[in-house]
């Protein structure tokens, strides 16, 4: 009669965990919300701005009307939202993952290079090839970061931040070589084909397909890491690779080589996305630092994949608002660059016991957390 007690108990308090880590990564994404405004609007009063006109750019330029919201912020979060999940499961691997502007770099050269090469060809079928080399792009160009680490022990936060320089030339001899325009007039390709644009989302608005495949990555990373074998063993190397290793009897090289390049595959896939939704040509800096970005993106989400959307987004709105600053009141998009990073440092002092302040205490070389810390 007692027997089912137990394990009711158990199933109410997995969900009474769930609640409550969903209501922390909400009370998280609002805490930022805030402090983003306070020092935005701090750096503005100290660089001699109208910051009530800028301000009132920025929501303008964001979230003012519809139009704002999916034409610019959604779409510019998009990039963000797949780095940035790029770097969440590397991270809560202790996989640092520091290269994905390179890897996404590497997925936008290669889609737009089967585009350019097959594309007519291929027909209907062009556009999920693309996105799938885009993919293939970036994992290959992790894989070579996790080939240094397994082989020769190059510590990745190295060999993968090297690699985006190189990504970085590649691109550029890409445009200016193989892949530039007939006329050599721009460093850039040709145009990909029709049939290999992203299709629209919302009608009238410039919002992809790319959004929906970011959001639904996000889903299935989030039910991966919580209810799948696979899942339990990064978070327990994140935790503890030795522990992990000995206890639990986790192949950790195999394990960390998969998640980096699982990484890197997102990556690649946002760069291909950027291509097919966006600009349908690859140029030299057809990245602005998303891998960068991707960083504070995924520290202030807790290495959540579904915070990883709200911060993705708040992300997005930042940068799309910048510009309309730029228009409106003259403010350099720079400004929200630096407030970016300040509040990134900020949200790591206060949270000392959070997820992001424990991966770069761990990076750092501080304590390991313990197992229920990183559970």
């Known amino acids: 009669m007692s027997g089912p007690a137990p394990a009711a108990d158990a199933s109410t308090n997995r969900w009474r965990r769930r609640i409550a880590s969903w209501m922390s990564t909400g009370t998280l994404a609002a805490v930022v919300a805030v402090l983003s405004l306070a020092l935005l609007w701090m750096a503005l009063r100290l660089a001699g701005f109208d ?7 920025l929501w303008r330029g964001s979230f003012g009307n519809w139009y704002a919201l999916t034409s610019s912020t959604l779409v510019r979060a998009t990039p963000l939202v797949l ?3 790029a770097v969440a499961i590397a991270f809560r691997a202790g996989v640092w993952n520091i290269g994905a502007d390179g890897q996404l770099l590497v997925g936008a050269a290669l889609a737009t290079a089967v585009g350019l090469a097959w594309g007519d060809a ?4 062009a556009l999920p090839i693309a996105l799938v080399a885009g993919a293939v792009g970036g994992a290959c160009w992790a894989g070579i970061a996790a080939v240094l680490r397994t082989r020769f022990g190059v510590l990745e936060v190295i060999s993968t931040i090297m690699l985006n320089f190189v990504a970085l030339d590649l691109v550029g001899y890409l445009v200016r070589g193989p892949l530039q325009e007939p006329s050599h007039a721009y460093p850039q390709s040709n145009e990909i084909p029709a049939q290999m644009h992203l299709p629209f989302l919302i009608p009238g608005t410039r919002l992809h397909w790319g959004f929906a495949l970011g959001v ?10 919580r209810s799948t074998a696979a899942g339990f063993r990064v978070r327990a190397i994140g935790a503890n690779a030795d522990a992990a290793r000995i206890a639990g009897r986790v192949d950790v090289a195999r394990t960390t080589t998969r998640v980096l390049l699982l990484s890197g ?9 950027e291509v097919s939704g966006v600009t349908y ?7 602005p630092g998303y891998g960068y970005t991707a960083i504070a993106v995924a520290l202030l989400a807790g290495l959540d994949p579904l915070g990883v959307l709200g911060t993705g987004i708040l992300f997005g709105a ?15 998009s720079v400004v929200v660059t630096a407030v970016e990073a300040a509040l990134v440092l900020l949200l790591l002092a206060m949270s000392r016991r959070g997820a992001a302040a424990r ?3 761990r990076f750092a070389g501080a304590r390991s957390p313990s197992p229920e810390e990183a559970l």
Do not use: D, H, K
Not at 51 to 57: H, K
């Open 83 to 85: 780095t940035g999940l």
């Open 318 to 332: 930042l940068e799309a608002g910048a510009l309309s600053m730029q228009r409106e009141a003259s403010v350099p």
């Open 281 to 287: 040509a690859l140029y030299e800096n057809i990245s």
């Open 216 to 225: 639904c990555a996000a889903g299935i990373l989030w039910w991966a890491m």
């Open 51 to 57: 910051a009530t006109l800028a301000l009132g750019a």
């Open 265 to 273: 595959a997102l990556a690649g896939l946002a760069g291909a996305i």
């Open 122 to 125: 291929l027909g209907w079928a």
């Open 359 to 361: 991966v770069i205490g």
